[in-house]
Every structure is written in C-alpha cells, then in structure tokens.
C-alpha cells in the first residue's frame, strides 16, 4: 500500500473516531485501535486522557467510541473477559454514532445477532435496575441499565448530555426553566 493511500485511511480512521465523542474532548484525544496482542495501537498522540477508537463498522461490537481512564479499564477487562470490572471508580464512554451489540445481557456474547442501539453515553458503575429503579430493557431515549444482574451492568444512557434548552439561572434576564407535569396511571416497571 502506497504511503498516501496509508495516510489516507489514517485520516478517515482518525476522523471516524472523533465523531464518537464531544468535539471538546476528541480534538485532544488520543485515537488508538486494538492489536491482536490486546495492546493499543496508537494513531495519534492526544494531550487529554480521553481514548478514542475508530471502531470497525463490519464487527459487532466494533463501534467508534471514546473512553475516559476508567471506561478504558473496563473495557479492557470486558475484552479479557475477566469476571468483573475492575475499575475503582466510575468510567464514562461515548458512543455518539450508535453501536451494534451481540447481547444486553450477556456481555460476554460473541454469536448472537446484531442489535442496533443509537446514539448513547455509558456511566461504568455498578447498577442494579430494580434497586435502582430504571428499566433494563432497550430504549430508544432515557436511561436504562444493560448487562443487568451481571457485574458488568452499566447505566446506558441514550442520546447525548447536551440535549435540550439551556438557561443560565444565575443572570437575572435569562429565561427561566418551566417545568410542567401530567399526570395518568401509575404503572409497575416491567
């Protein structure tokens, strides 16, 4: 392969791995791809501790994602499969193109059919969705708790943390967030 078509799919691996997270993070990331060795391979050096991947769009479970210090620990154990996490706080991840997953319950699972989930951010902390009364099921906007009852269970968050209005309470002439609620039948989560 000639050196320019190497920088070529340097740059759209690079590029694809930015998409992954807020701009203020991945422009001072450090992008990397996994070697078969289990090792980063480091595309380019960032300045942040922020770890971006490329992701390989012909993989399940392969997508562009972005990882803080901790959600870099646990996604590293998860690929080891080792039997829990072993990050001693909370590990943040993006995931801001969508990902494909084999299994949200099961986060060992390398066989079963893809599953699309859209955009989303992940909290890596231990989460139990009836103790914490979210859902464990696949959403398409909220909160809900994938992995759960396994010690990989994570608070997956769909979207991004910058939807909605923004209102600066602080500055007397900035509008003031209203807040209005209906009310209907109470239901059990499932």
């Given at each position: ?10 740059g ?9 997270g807020p ?6 990331a ?8 289990g090792?980063l391979?480091?595309?380019?050096q960032g300045?942040?501790h ?5 992701g390989?769009e012909n ?7 972005c ?13 080891a499969?080792r ?6 706080a ?15 319950t ?9 599953i699309p ?20 099921t ?12 396994t ?17 600066d ?6 509008q003031v967030?209203i ?5 209907g039948?109470?239901?059990e989560?499932?």
């Open positions: 392969m000639a050196k320019s078509e190497q920088e070529y799919i340097l759209i691996k690079i590029a694809r791995a930015m998409q992954a701009r203020h993070i991945t422009k001072d450090t992008v990397a791809e996994l070697g078969a060795n090792k391979i480091i595309l380019r300045t942040n922020w770890v971006c991947f490329p390989d993989q399940i479970g392969n997508p562009p994602m990882a803080d210090p901790m959600g870099l620990q646990w996604t590293m154990d998860i690929i499969k039997p829990r996490p072993t990050n001693r909370p590990g943040l991840i993006y995931m801001l193109c969508g990902a494909t997953q084999h299994s949200v099961d986060p060992f699972d390398r066989t079963s059919p893809a989930i859209g955009p989303h951010w992940m909290i890596l902390w231990p989460y139990n969705a009836r103790q914490s009364g979210l859902p464990n696949v959403r398409d906007a909220g909160a809900w708790v994938m992995f759960d009852g010690p990989y269970a994570y608070l997956h968050i769909c979207g991004t943390p910058w939807v909605g209005n923004v209102y309470v602080n500055n007397p002439g900035d967030p807040w209005t609620m209906e009310y039948p109470q239901t989560p499932k």
